[in-house]
C-alpha cells in the first residue's frame, strides 16, 4: 500500500495541472504514493484532460466548488494511507521532495506535518511559514524590535530572516502542500470545512499544536510553485487574492481566540500601518520611486487592520 494519498484540488489551472501529475508520476509507479485529483467544477476541461492524460491518478467531478478544505476532506474520508497531504494544482515535484518528506516524517515521531521548500517561478524561496496570529505578535511586529533585532525578525519569520535552508520545527506551514501524518490528521479531525478557502492551513496547523503534535519544515524538499495560479484570476489579481486571505485570517482569530483579542492585535496592527502611511507620505514627496512600494505596502496593512476592527460575532459562524 502507497504511504501517503495526496489530494490536488484543482480549479481551472488545465495546464498547470498536467505538469503536477506529470511530476508525480514516478512516486505513484515507484508505489510511494496515489495521486488524487478533485476538480472543483473547472470550465477549462481539467478534468477531462485528467481523464484523458492520467488515467493513472483518481479523478473526482465536483458538481460545486467545495474550496480547498473541504476537497481535501474528501480524499482523506476515502483513503487510509499513514499519510495525507493537501495539494494546489499549480505545482511541479523535484524527484525526490515526496520520499524526502516521508523520510523526514519517520525520523522525526513527534511531527504532525511536514512541510517541503517551495520555489517560485523567480528561483526565489517562497515565505512559507509563518507565527500564529496574536496579541504578542502585533505587539513586537508593530515594536521597532524588528528593525535591529535577529531574534525579533526571526521570531516573526519575516523574509529574509528565517533560516530558510535549515530543517527545523515552525508554528505552522502553507497548505500549498502541506504532508499530514494520518493519525494526528485524524485526532485532530481533518481540515475545518468553516475555513472555505485561506486560513485552512493555519487553522490546521493551530489544532495541530494544541493537540501536542509539531510542523517541521524539510527544506531539502523542493517543489516549485507558481502560487496563486487559480486564485489570481478569480478574485481579480494580487490585490483581491491578499483581500481574501487578510479576511480570512481575521474570521479564523474570532472564532479561535475571540473577538477581545482580535480586535486588540487589529487595534495595534493598525496604529502602526497608521503611522508607518503618514511617514512614508512625506518621504515619498522626497523620492517617489524609493517609497512608492513601502507605502502600497502600509496602506494595504492598514486596509487588512480595519478589517479585523470592524469583525463582528457573525464571523464566528463563518463559512
Same mark, same amino acid.
Given at each position: 500500500m502507497p504511504a501517503l494519498a495526496i489530494a490536488i484540488v484543482s480549479y481551472n489551472t488545465r495546464g498547470l495541472l498536467d505538469e503536477c501529475l506529470r511530476s508525480l508520476r514516478a512516486d505513484a509507479d515507484a508505489g510511494r504514493a496515489e495521486v488524487w485529483v478533485v476538480d472543483n467544477k473547472s470550465p %477549462?476541461?481539467?478534468?477531462?484532460?485528467?481523464?484523458?492524460?492520467?488515467?493513472?491518478?483518481?479523478?473526482?467531478?465536483?458538481?460545486?466548488?467545495?474550496?480547498y478544505g473541504p476537497a481535501v476532506n474528501v480524499?482523506?474520508?476515502?483513503?487510509?494511507?499513514?499519510?495525507?497531504?493537501?495539494?494546489?494544482?499549480?505545482?511541479?515535484?523535484?524527484?525526490?521532495?515526496?520520499?524526502?518528506?516521508?523520510?523526514a516524517g519517520e525520523a522525526h515521531p513527534e511531527a504532525g506535518a511536514i512541510a517541503p521548500?517551495?520555489?517560485?517561478?523567480?528561483?526565489?524561496?517562497?515565505?512559507?511559514v509563518q507565527p500564529f496570529p496574536s496579541v504578542a505578535t502585533a505587539l513586537l511586529a508593530a515594536s521597532r524590535a524588528p528593525s535591529f533585532s535577529?531574534?525579533?525578525?526571526?521570531?516573526?519569520?519575516?523574509?529574509?530572516?528565517?533560516?530558510? %535552508?535549515a530543517p527545523q520545527e515552525v508554528p505552522w506551514a502553507t497548505g500549498a502542500f502541506l504532508v499530514v501524518r494520518r493519525t494526528a490528521w485524524d485526532e485532530v479531525g481533518g481540515f475545518d470545512e468553516a475555513q472555505w478557502m485561506y486560513a485552512e492551513d493555519l487553522d490546521l496547523g493551530w489544532r495541530l499544536a494544541k493537540a501536542g503534535w509539531t510542523t517541521r519544515y524539510e527544506p531539502s524538499a523542493v517543489v516549485h510553485h507558481h502560487e496563486s495560479a487559480a486564485s489570481k484570476p478569480a478574485f481579480g489579481g494580487q490585490a483581491g487574492v491578499v %483581500?481574501?486571505?487578510?479576511?480570512?485570517?481575521?474570521?479564523?482569530?474570532?472564532?479561535?481566540?475571540?473577538?477581545?483579542?482580535?480586535?486588540?492585535?487589529?487595534?495595534?496592527?493598525?496604529?502602526?500601518?497608521?503611522?508607518?502611511?503618514?511617514?512614508?507620505?512625506?518621504?515619498?514627496?522626497?523620492?517617489?520611486?524609493?517609497?512608492?512600494?513601502?507605502?502600497?505596502?502600509?496602506r494595504r496593512d492598514l486596509k487588512g487592520a480595519r478589517s479585523g476592527l470592524r469583525s463582528r460575532s457573525k464571523l464566528l459562524e463563518a463559512k
Open positions: %477549462d476541461d481539467s478534468a477531462d484532460m485528467v481523464e484523458r492524460e492520467h488515467p493513472w491518478a483518481t479523478l473526482i467531478r465536483s458538481d460545486v466548488n467545495l474550496g480524499v482523506a474520508s476515502r483513503t487510509d494511507t499513514a499519510w495525507i497531504a493537501c495539494a494546489n494544482s499549480d505545482l511541479a515535484f523535484t524527484p525526490d521532495a515526496v520520499a524526502t518528506l516521508l523520510a521548500r517551495l520555489v517560485l517561478p523567480d528561483g526565489s524561496t517562497q515565505q512559507s535577529a531574534r525579533a525578525r526571526s521570531r516573526l519569520y519575516l523574509p529574509g530572516a528565517w533560516e530558510e %535552508d %483581500d481574501k486571505w487578510v479576511r480570512a485570517n481575521h474570521a479564523w482569530m474570532v472564532r479561535r481566540q475571540g473577538l477581545v483579542r482580535t480586535w486588540t492585535a487589529s487595534g495595534i496592527a493598525a496604529t502602526d500601518a497608521g503611522v508607518r502611511v503618514l511617514a512614508l507620505r512625506a518621504l515619498a514627496r522626497r523620492d517617489s520611486e524609493r517609497f512608492a512600494e513601502k507605502l502600497d505596502w502600509a
